[in-house]
């Protein structure tokens, strides 16, 4: 027998076989599990390459019809469907991607095509890592993750990412540790939030206060601010502070940058509670 011919049913059979352990992964994978290094992807792609060499590798040899339109078939597939899977999915649509590792626990930037960029937590569960529901979003798909840590005591994750796109966050993991832990978590807060510089272009940064859990958003020059009610605070003037925000009515303030003070998640908050809500600024027009 040819042995180019025995090669070729080899190759089939293993991409049969590729195939259903591809079917296996789609059927074991729900919305909150991933599975470890791609491993569906490439999968499927030693199938597709397995399609794509059976043909040419084939010609000139004796076998079957029915093989031989199989190997025909099965290339013309492989190339339709690999096109998009390597171009597409590789490369706009790989929509999890690894960005830093703690232990069990993983951060994954969810993404693609037209999707918000954003940071996800997964934990490691054997070859699966599994979404905790914990996600943080970021102005873009190229921040640099210098520092991923997970506090099971005090009961939070947090971490900041450099350059291109600054993001810094302090987020919880268990609500009970970290109302626990609330004099801790706010010198966090304080300790992260002076290692990245915020309201900076292309700059991002999540704080949740353990007290009430209020949270505030630090958007490039733009900070929002949400307890009972949300505040959305302008810093992009030189010379003033602008609040809108909606309390029965639309409410729009507007503050002198100098008094206004420092820009930090304690400072802010006071400046919102102690000022704003009493209506301390000056209306502002569109």
Not at 20 to 36: K, P, S
Not at 114 to 131: Q, W
Not at 245 to 251: I, M, N, Q, R, T
């Given at each position: 027998?040819?042995?180019r011919y025995?090669m ?5 059979w ?9 079917a296996?992964f789609?059927?074991?994978?729900g919305?909150d ?9 490439w999968f499927l ?5 397995l399609?794509?060499l059976a043909?040419?590798i084939?010609r000139g040899?004796e076998k079957?019809?029915?093989?031989k ?8 597939f492989?190339?339709a469907v690999?096109?998009?899977?390597w ?6 649509f790989?929509s ?7 232990g069990d ?7 693609g095509?037209?999707a918000?960029p954003?940071?996800h ?15 943080i979003d970021e102005?873009g798909f190229?921040?640099d ?7 099971t005591?005090k009961g939070c994750?947090?971490g900041?990412?450099?350059r291109p796109?600054p ?15 609330a004099?801790?978590v706010m010198n ?7 290692a990245q ?5 292309k700059?991002?940064?999540?704080f ?7 949270t505030?958003?630090?958007t490039?020059?733009?900070v929002d601010?949400?307890?009972?009610t ?12 602008t609040?809108?925000y ?7 303030l507007?503050?002198?940058r ?8 304690r400072?802010?908050?006071?400046f919102v509670n102690s000022k ?6 000056v209306?502002a027009?569109?």
């Amino acid at each position: 027998m040819d042995r180019r011919y025995k090669m070729v049913q080899y190759m089939v059979w293993a991409q049969l076989v590729l195939l259903a352990i591809v079917a296996a992964f789609v059927c074991l994978t729900g919305e909150d599990v991933m599975w470890r290094w791609d491993l569906p992807f490439w999968f499927l792609s030693a199938g597709l390459l397995l399609g794509l060499l059976a043909w040419p590798i084939s010609r000139g040899t004796e076998k079957p019809m029915v093989l031989k339109w199989w190997l025909r078939i099965d290339f013309l597939f492989s190339l339709a469907v690999a096109l998009p899977v390597w171009f597409l999915t590789g490369l706009v649509f790989s929509s999890r991607r690894l960005c830093a590792t703690y232990g069990d626990y993983v951060l994954y930037r969810q993404g693609g095509f037209m999707a918000k960029p954003c940071l996800h937590l997964g934990k490691k569960e054997g070859l699966l890592i599994r979404d905790l529901k914990h996600s943080i979003d970021e102005f873009g798909f190229d921040t640099d993750i210098e520092c991923f840590r997970v506090d099971t005591l005090k009961g939070c994750w947090y971490g900041l990412g450099g350059r291109p796109s600054p993001t810094v966050w302090v987020c919880p993991l268990d609500s009970i540790r970290y109302q626990r832990h609330a004099n801790e978590v706010m010198n966090l807060i304080d300790s992260l939030w002076q290692a990245q510089p915020l309201l900076t272009d292309k700059s991002y940064g999540t704080f949740v206060f353990p007290d009430d859990f209020s949270t505030l958003r630090y958007t490039c020059e733009f900070v929002d601010y949400t307890d009972s009610t949300t505040f959305f605070i302008d810093y992009s003037s030189v010379d003033s502070v602008t609040v809108e925000y909606y309390d029965s009515v639309h409410k729009r303030l507007s503050f002198p940058r100098d008094s206004v003070g420092m820009h930090g998640p304690r400072e802010i908050r006071e400046f919102v509670n102690s000022k704003i809500r009493n209506g301390q600024g000056v209306k502002a027009g569109r």
